[in-house]
């Protein structure tokens, strides 16, 4: 099987549970392949975060299967901790260590869980900050730059790991308009680069320039998924519809 066929993340007929009452994610099939960028996008509450969260088991699920890379991540057996160095997660609130350097932040894993040499996590370090626009600000401390900025250290930070697969939950609901555009470039280059990526976001310019398909969550249902073409221009539901009226 070559690469363009081979599937990096699959959900089978996966059900998740908060409590007894509150289904939050409702029969999900999903398969996202090697290489391609899907955009989850929904109303509040219809459980975006839950879903990607289940991916390397920030959150559990109650029924189905869930595999990455052809791991199976519910699986008592699997090594979660292994897992997740695969996995880079990018979250609304960049989280860096706010006592470490910006270059610190970014070797601290590959360092202490790759066992990294400190030379080379500082070499792969500066060759992501330059990717990202912030080799200038190697020695800086998260407190010094803008929000744009952190959030672009925070996805520098997640791909000192080489992950596999990159998620973004809502990258950049909590930056102030003017910084959202540097944010999504750096998205999109990694986008182009070949990276496997799946991403919440409510940014619809980014979905249909960068994404190859575009999921819709309503109510824990995935009520529809497309190509951005015929997702924007066709929507089949009328809850789709809805949503599309009320964010574009
Ligand atoms: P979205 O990201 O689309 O806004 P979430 O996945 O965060 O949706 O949440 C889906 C639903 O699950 C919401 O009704 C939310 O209140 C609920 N929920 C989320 N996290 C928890 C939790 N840890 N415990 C209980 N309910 C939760
Ligand atoms: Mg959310």
């Not at 930070?157 to 609901?173: C, H, I, N, W, Y």
């Amino acid at each position: 099987m070559n690469a363009e066929d081979s599937t990096m993340i699959r959900f089978n007929q996966v059900n998740k549970w908060y409590g007894r009452d509150h289904h939050v994610l409702k029969n999900i099939s999903l398969e996202v392949k090697t290489g391609e960028v899907v955009v989850v996008c929904g109303p509040s509450g219809s459980g975006k975060s839950t879903l990607i969260r289940t991916i390397n088991q920030l959150e559990a699920i109650n029924d189905g299967e869930i595999w990455v890379d052809g791991i199976q991540v519910n699986n008592p057996k699997t090594n979660i901790n292994r897992l997740r160095e695969e996995v880079g997660f990018v979250f609304q609130h960049f989280n860096l260590y706010p006592h470490l350097s910006v270059v610190e932040n970014i070797t601290l894993a590959p360092i202490r869980v790759r066992k990294m040499s400190e030379a080379d996590a500082n070499q792969r370090a500066m060759e992501l900050l330059e990717r990202v626009g912030l080799a200038h600000k190697r020695d800086a401390y998260p407190s010094q730059l803008s929000g744009g900025q952190q959030q672009r250290v925070a996805i520098a930070r997640g791909l000192a790991m080489q992950p596999k697969v990159m998620l973004f939950d809502e990258p950049t609901s909590a930056l102030d308009p003017e910084m959202i555009g540097e944010v999504l470039k750096v998205m999109q280059g990694l986008a182009e680069s070949g990276m496997t990526m799946m991403v919440v976001t409510h940014e619809m310019g980014f979905a249909r320039e960068v994404a190859d398909r575009v999921i819709f969550l309503d109510h824990g249902e995935m009520l529809e998924q497309g190509a951005p073409e015929t997702f924007f221009q066709n929507p089949q539901h009328e809850r789709t519809r809805q949503f599309l009226r009320q964010i574009l």
